[in-house]
């Protein structure tokens, strides 16, 4: 991952108080992590950096919509997404990120670069199964799902099913199991 330098917030200079930084999030970020899952992207981030006198509260928001390609179709759709997601800055003695919510920062940091954070709420708000709207509500048409359809179990006719079956087995049928009084 190159340094995305415009998500470098130099802290220092910030007074205290809530302070709003807002980005807007294409393919062209994904590109810096490797990650080529969506087709297209077009998200808004909205950061809310709550500086006070020894850590900073951090809540990322993300509203947007990425095209993803269908699990069960294949077909690409737009995903709507919205999540978000808190952490606390601390200083410390060494980089620690151990901990999901919290954060510790060497003391001698001057600014905090947000692009991972970013990247990971954007990530995890994508559903782990993407399924395209008209799977869900039966109108979509594509060899896919038709291909599915054919090999699902218990689609099978009947009649074809009696006539599959071994004539060893019928021989089974004849058998009769009386059971004993004792």
Not at 59 to 67: D, E, Y
Request: hydrophobic letters at 35%; charged letters at 30%; aromatic letters at 10%.
């Amino acid at each position: 991952m190159r340094d995305l330098k415009e998500f470098n917030i130099p802290f220092i200079g910030l007074k205290q108080g809530s302070h709003l930084f807002e980005y807007e999030i294409d393919n062209k970020f994904f590109e810096a992590f490797n990650f080529e899952e969506f087709h297209n992207s077009k998200i808004n981030i909205s950061l809310d950096f709550v500086k006070k006198s020894s850590l900073f509260e951090l809540t990322f928001s993300a509203k947007g919509v990425v095209n993803v390609d269908c699990d069960t179709s294949l077909e690409p759709y737009d995903q709507e997404i919205d999540g978000s997601f808190s952490m606390i800055v601390k200083f410390g003695s060494e980089y620690n990120d151990d901990n999901d919510e919290i954060l510790i920062i060497p003391h001698e940091d001057y600014q905090i670069n947000v692009g991972q954070f970013i990247y990971e709420l954007i990530i995890l708000s994508v559903p782990s199964k993407k399924v395209h709207p008209k799977v869900l509500d039966g109108t979509m048409d594509s060899e896919a799902l038709k291909k599915l359809k054919e090999l699902q179990i218990g689609n099978e006719n009947p009649i074809e099913k009696e006539e599959t079956i071994d004539p060893r087995w019928d021989k089974l049928k004849d058998l009769r199991i009386t059971e004993k009084n004792t």
